[in-house]
């Protein structure tokens, strides 16, 4: 993980408390929130990985559940060095079971039901110490952009789709004509054979990434500005080669470098990534401070996307995964197949994107983004809102607008 000010992680079941806290961290600067709105249990492996990452922890404790204390030993042990923890527990917690929270390393227990009393005041005065405290340190990695990567459970389940229109909304525009960006976003094809981000975007095919790879050159900045080319819509886009190469032909050094580069000159570089497992997307996951695997609820679809998120979480431990369903609405109540692959996925889906075939086409024939063919479409919401929490959880660098 790069470029971290302050990470709060929120693990709580209770939507209430989610929100409330989802919220008032929304409009902090250098703050960035994950949540998982489920039990320590119910995100199961992934707990650990996350505390791991993140400097203040809340999770909600079942003080009925004869784990409890096996439960927060394990966020204990898995917490970063001054990292804080806080329990959530019902206000009936017996004294004894707080007390032995505490010396297992919990720094306090709140009662669940005090949200606004207590739970987002600590929040927010830790946070303000935290951040009155490292000025210097956190300063100096905000000075570096996010790294986003996309993958795809499958061919054609629209990752590149949704990765071009991230890009965009990520420049949040403003200004009375929607045109000034405020951020500076790259967009990195990796689909070194197939790639369709030049067309989706409305830009010249290079050759840059074939020569590089045939060259075996190390990319650096004067390479990218040459390769690099800005889309209509503002987004800096590298595409992939318009001639075949063999996949073997580009090297790990070659994308680490492509990635430090563009960290330093873009407040956002979304990565493109091929389905196949190439040994080069490995510096990808190691610098990524978000992964979006894009699927269907389709039973084929999700059983691979499950591979692939062990796969990704093998190679980075810390990574971390959001699912987006794509060509599928939010449904009201989860129908059962929803609740399989959540299941199977041990996660809930963070975004959904619905189907939106007139939308898409004419976005596509034209070569624009969603948002110009309508505002308004249920799809471009869908991604504008994926982009808006993005910037909330991945802040832009600092000093840089
Ligand atoms: N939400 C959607 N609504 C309607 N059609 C969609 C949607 N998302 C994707 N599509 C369709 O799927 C096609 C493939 O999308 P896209 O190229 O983004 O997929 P991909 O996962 O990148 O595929 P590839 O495996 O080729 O890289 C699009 O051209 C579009 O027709
Ligand atoms: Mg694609």
Redesign the pocket.
Known sequence: MSAKQISVLLISPDEQIYSAIEGSLAGQANCRFTGRQDTVTGVNGAAVALTARHDVVLFDVDDQSDDLMQTARTICDARMPNAIIIALASEDLPLEKARQLRKLGVDDVLPRTAINEEIVPQLDEIRARRQAQLPALWGGQATQGKVIAVA?S???????????NMANELQSKEGFFKKKATNEVALVDL?FQ???LAA?MDVEESDAMWRMAMEESIPDTAFLEQAMVKSPCGVDVLSAPSRYGPLSAVKEEQIAAILDCLKRSHDYVIV?LP?ALVEWITPVLGQADLLYL?TDVAVPSVRSARKLMDFYQAENPALEIQLVA??EKKPIIPAAHHRAAAKLLERDFAFW?????R???EA?DRGVPLQDVSNRAP?TRAIRKLAQQTTVSLPPRVGHH
């Open positions: 795809k499958r061919g054609g389940v629209g990752s590149s789709i949704v990765a071009a689909d197939f790639g369709s989706l493109d389905r894009v794509n060509l994107v619905p189907k939106d075939e939308t898409v086409r596509v799809m």
